[in-house]
């Protein structure tokens, strides 16, 4: 059975570019979270859907972020414009329900903004 | 704001020692609490869930405890063996709220 995939596993880009990140969750779940990992600040959760709604967005950073759940299958999470400071490995994860639920990650997209 | 304290630094122990991880938090207790293993370039993988209302829980080589009192969580390995050289991530949810992850705690098992 896939669990969570993501893409791309490594994204290289020019600050200012735009850079959209991917991830499908694992068939049945329905939760999904984005979350980014630093060395400095760990793992901070971004957003948040519950039947593919947004449910918490307060983590997102800034209003150059923005996610989207269009369907049960599929996320995105996108950065525009990139800064240098948004580089970090961005993390997709999914559960079969809020509270109580063990997250399932993807392996992660590594985002390195020059 | 409610904070979580995994150690910063390192635990190197030796091949089929004991490892004990720690996991400190501020203000109220979670309603529970996860513990996550992360190998480098790959993402976070559950391993146990303790609840507010339990002391201990026990999968195979591994126990969790939880003591609202002190604030803490303890996470054990029994005769730990070079392959579970990893990164420890407590996780901790509380009511009305989303899992809020530590920063980790690296673990060595030297042969």
């Known amino acids: 059975d896939a669990g969570v995939i993501q893409s791309p596993r490594h994204e290289v880009t020019e600050m200012g570019q735009e850079v959209t990140l991917r991830c499908k969750p694992i068939?049945?779940?329905?939760?999904l979270f984005w979350y980014r990992q630093t060395m400095m600040r760990g793992l901070e959760l971004l957003i948040y859907?519950?039947?593919?709604?947004?449910?918490?967005d307060s983590g997102m950073p800034e209003d150059r972020f923005s996610a989207k759940m269009p369907n049960a299958s599929f996320s995105t999470l996108k950065i525009q414009p990139s800064e240098p400071r948004d580089s970090a490995v961005y993390f997709c994860?999914?559960?079969?329900?809020?509270?109580?639920?063990?997250?399932?990650f993807g392996e992660g997209s590594r985002l390195t903004v020059l | 704001s409610q904070k979580i304290e995994q150690n910063s630094e390192a635990l190197n122990i030796q091949e089929g020692k004991t490892a004990t991880l720690t996991c400190n938090y501020t203000?109220?207790?979670?309603?529970?609490l996860q513990w996550y293993r992360q190998d480098p370039g790959r993402g976070p993988v559950f391993l146990l869930l303790i609840r507010e209302n339990e002391k201990e829980k026990r999968k195979e080589r591994l126990k969790v405890t939880f003591d609202t009192t002190l604030k803490q969580s303890l996470f054990h390995i029994t005769a730990s063996q070079p392959a579970d050289s990893a990164t420890y991530l407590c996780?901790?949810?509380?009511?009305?709220?989303?899992?809020?992850f530590g920063k980790g705690t690296m673990l060595l098992v030297s042969p």
């Open positions: 994860a999914s559960s079969f329900v809020t509270g109580e639920g063990e997250l399932f």
């Open positions: 068939s049945g779940h329905n939760s």
């Open positions: 996780a901790l949810e509380w009511r009305y709220s989303t899992l809020t």
């Open positions: 203000n109220y207790s979670p309603a529970y």
């Open positions: 859907f519950n039947n593919n709604v947004p449910i918490d």
